[in-house]
């Protein structure tokens, strides 16, 4: 079945490897733009990441992936190139915008040339790294040291001109947040070219997939952003699941539900309370901020952990909930619903906040689309994307759920896009709940063996947006590579357009109407 | 002598007060945020424990830098040293005059966004601007509230004014044009003293500071003496509010039952205007930037409409 779903996806001429609900095909270097372009234009595939993998030792050749969602039919098309012999490849980022840090990535991290790329400065390693020193290279020296360097500085965008000036910010900030730095190009107090860099949360993650023991990768995806580690080790053992062909029991699907959308409640709770409290709305922040504890502790009771950290096993989750658990979180989720809306309802009569809110920071559909935006900002543009909906894991198929939408784009659209999320998952986990099966809730599997020389894509839909993990093994079964696509790492490159026209004192606020992992897009 | 001795007491009553006022408005506000908050004696602590701590100036840093505490801080002392708090006295003193008040104040204002531009950090920069935009504008609103004031009391001088309008009990009709200048005055008092909705003093966020973004290169002792000042021009605000719009219970007399009543509703009156900052904040979100002006032109146009009833 899934085989003919397929075929009508790839061009003639191709010979596709199909298997699970992916489809590998091979295409020559040079025919890989016309592919992947006339792909791009196709409206229900969606690029989900460009993806490259370092074979020299078992193939003699690097590959690059360039993987493509089917949503609704759940199925990914994925044609890959080969580079036997060169380090360069033809860029797609001149015809697709949203390839341009795929590439960028790639280039810094396996030292491939994408030709033709318009920026050829290096992506998240900074100046102190040493050139011609590629971490992802299955040669490189993980546990090593590299010398340090002293490289020349980052060229960053620049408008000249009478009464311009730039503004250097971060690093370091004044509160207690992730480092990351800002570079504003501002005519008086009016942002004129906003760019973000990043990388200074670099921590090597994806190197470390590759080396530790598979129990210790679970944890590893915990911790690639804080605030997201249920989706992430959800999405990672769920492609470690299929890849080993373990199936994870019902009732660990409809657990795993539940925790996400507590995750999900968690930070959304407190993206709203700070987004209130930048603006100076006092009273929304510590409500927000309360909301978000109460929360919190509603995890902590049921797992033993405030983030959810050591919930997601491969095989199931280690934590159940009995039903008295449950009849007294339905209480409890109730009593928070409702303190969330006379909040909400006191919020939205406040003038002085709306004013703030209303038209800015506004991202427009054509950046959106020409980034990949997704999550919160591409919802608070109207244009429904939701992984739980469009690519269903866990038992999302089973229940009952619309997408939260808004119209405009700006800081008050994202802050309703989240409002509408808080029902909705508050109403998720009411159905997880009344339709949970009783069984076990882990597949203790023994030994573990997985596929071999296999691609897995899994995609989990986080509290900020979707996210895609790309497990591969060797021909041993081992894990040979982990790619990990936050969607902080699409949604960084929007949110400089997002600046311009607004004032310097709002961008704060605009920053955390995104609210973007450091974390997650440094890996 | 018994004048100066008098006068001294009253010229050290702000800044031994003020960090108690930023206190009680902040308890005030994490009660209202349903938070048990600092104890209102924190700002106390916290000004001992910078005095004590090591500085951090920049190498770039000039003179001003160095200097510019001294002189803000100097300049909220002689500010306060002309302003009525609970006696009047030294009614005829020129360093009381309107105009002298608001030119001492506004040196402190110089000196203050001189030292955010000095070291050359680019928040300095933007709070100084900022600072300059918003006390340019405000100066007006505050200068004709006072002055409808001086009208009806027919002197510039705060002394004078406060002893007209607690002594003569003015027609009814003043009634009005005597609110309408308060209403000017408080928006300038807030704007003066970078408070909602013109700037946030909780806030951590370095791009939307004004007030703060001028002192934060500032370490030390020399952070404790702008963090004083800008406490003690709070306080200066808040008793001139209190004493020229609002002068029950100043002491005439000189006696020691009246100068203890007169600190009495001193203290009552702060307490008041504490209260209705603080409410405030908790209340309405901050302005955005570019239409603070348009609010600083309502204190401006108040106040020029109060004149006009007066004259007329």
């Known amino acids: 079945m899934a085989l003919n779903n397929v075929k009508k996806y790839i061009p003639q001429g191709y010979n596709a490897r199909v298997s699970g609900n992916a489809a590998f095909f091979e295409v020559p270097m040079g025919e890989i733009v016309q592919v992947v372009l006339s792909f791009a234009k196709l409206e229900q595939m969606q690029l989900k990441i460009i993806t490259a993998s370092d074979e020299r030792k078992e193939q003699r050749c690097f590959k690059i992936f360039y993987i493509f969602g089917i949503p609704k039919e759940h199925l990914f098309i994925i044609p890959f190139i080969r580079l036997e012999g060169t380090e360069e490849f033809p860029s797609v980022a001149p015809g697709i915008h949203e390839a341009w840090n795929y590439e960028r990535k790639i280039a810094a991290f396996f030292g491939l040339k994408p030709v033709g790329h318009p920026d050829s400065r290096r992506l998240m390693l900074h100046e102190n790294w040493p050139d011609n020193l590629y971490p992802l290279r299955k040669d490189f020296p993980w546990n090593s040291r590299p010398a340090h360097a002293n490289g020349k500085g980052y060229a960053f965008e620049k408008i000249e001109g009478e009464g311009v000036y730039e503004i250097p910010v971060g690093p370091i900030h004044a509160g207690i947040i992730e480092p990351g730095h800002f570079r504003f190009n501002v005519a008086g107090e009016e942002i004129l070219l906003l760019e973000a860099r990043l990388g200074y949360t670099h921590k090597g993650t994806e190197k470390l997939f590759e080396t530790l023991p598979l129990q210790d990768k679970v944890r590893l995806s915990e911790k690639i952003s804080g605030d997201s580690s249920f989706s992430h080790s959800l999405a990672f053992c769920q492609a470690v699941e299929i890849l080993a062909g373990i199936k994870a029991p019902d009732r660990s699907a409809f657990l795993r539900v539940v925790y996400a959308e507590l995750e999900r409640l968690s930070n959304h709770f407190g993206d709203i309370a700070f987004i209130m409290l930048d603006t100076g709305f006092n009273f929304g922040g510590a409500h927000g901020a309360r909301l978000r504890e109460m929360t919190m502790r509603i995890a902590d009771r049921l797992t033993g952990s405030r983030f959810l950290r050591g919930v997601n096993a491969i095989g199931g989750v280690t934590k159940d909930i009995a039903s008295q658990e449950q009849e007294w979180l339905l209480r409890e989720l109730k009593h928070i619903e409702k303190d969330f809306s006379e909040v909400i309802s006191i919020a939205q009569e406040s003038e002085s906040l709306l004013n703030r809110l209303k038209k800015t920071g506004v991202l427009s559909q054509e950046t959106a689309l020409a980034h990949g935006v997704v999550g919160v900002p591409r919802r608070a543009l109207g244009m429904p994307i939701d992984a739980r909906i469009q690519y269903p894991y866990a038992a999302y198929a089973d229940l009952d759920k619309e997408i939260a939408l808004a119209e405009g784009g700006d800081v008050y659209a994202r802050f309703l896009v989240r409002v509408k999320e808080v029902h909705t998952s508050c109403n998720l986990i009411k159905q997880a709940l009344e339709r949970i099966p009783q069984g076990k809730i882990l597949t203790e599997g023994g030994n573990i063996s997985l596929q071999k020389e296999e691609m897995i894509i899994s995609i989990v839909e986080g509290w900020r947006g979707e996210i895609v993990h790309v497990v591969s093994t060797d021909s041993h079964g081992q894990i040979a590579r982990v790619d990990v696509r936050d969607p902080s790492f699409l949604n960084w490159a929007a949110l400089g357009h997002a600046g311009p026209g607004n004032i310097v004192p709002d961008f704060p606020l605009i920053n955390k109407s995104f609210n973007l992992s450091y974390s997650g897009n440094d890996l | ?312």
């Not at chain 2, 030292?115 to 950090?121: E, H, L, Q, R």
């Not at chain 2, 009246?258 to 901050?286: D, N, P, Q, Y």
Request: proline share 3%; aromatic share 12%; glycine share 8%.
């Open chain 2, 1 to 312: 002598m018994a004048y100066i001795i008098l006068w001294i007491i009253q010229l050290l009553l702000i800044p031994l007060f003020s960090p108690l006022c930023v206190g009680i408005i902040r308890k005030i506000k994490a009660r209202m945020q349903n938070r048990q908050g600092a104890s209102i004696f924190q700002p106390y602590k916290d000004l001992w424990k910078l005095l004590h701590k090591d500085e951090v100036i920049s190498q770039d840093a000039s003179w001003v830098f160095r200097f510019a505490p001294f002189v803000v801080f100097g300049a909220t002392l002689a500010a306060a040293a002309g302003i009525p708090t609970v006696t009047i006295l030294m009614a005829q003193s020129f360093t009381s005059d309107i105009i002298v008040f608001i030119g001492v104040l506004a040196v402190g204002t110089f000196f203050l966004a001189l030292a955010g531009m000095d070291t050359g950090s680019a928040f300095g920069g933007f709070g100084s601007s900022r600072e300059m935009t918003i006390s340019a504008l405000a100066e007006g609103g505050l200068m004709f509230s006072l002055l409808a004031l001086a009208f009806l009391a027919e002197t510039t001088n705060l002394f004078g004014i406060a002893e007209a309008m607690a002594s003569s009990v003015f027609a009814l009709a003043s009634l009005l044009p005597i609110g309408l200048a308060f209403g000017g005055f408080f928006i300038a008092l807030l704007a003066e003293t970078a408070r909602f909705p013109f700037d946030n003093p909780a806030t951590h966020l370095e791009l939307t500071m004004i007030h703060e973004a001028m002192i934060l290169e500032y370490s030390g002792k020399r952070l404790a003496l702008m963090e004083w000042a800008s406490a003690n021009k709070l306080m200066i605000f808040m008793t001139l509010g209190a004493s020229v719009f609002f002068p029950f219970g100043i002491d005439f007399s000189l006696s020691a039952v009246g100068i203890t009543m007169g600190m009495l509703a001193w203290g009552v009156k702060i307490f008041v205007f504490c209260c209705a900052i603080a409410i405030l904040e908790s209340s309405m979100a901050k302005l955005r930037f570019f239409r603070l002006p348009d609010l600083l032109l309502i204190s401006f146009i108040l106040s020029v409409v109060a004149i006009g009833l007066i004259i007329a």
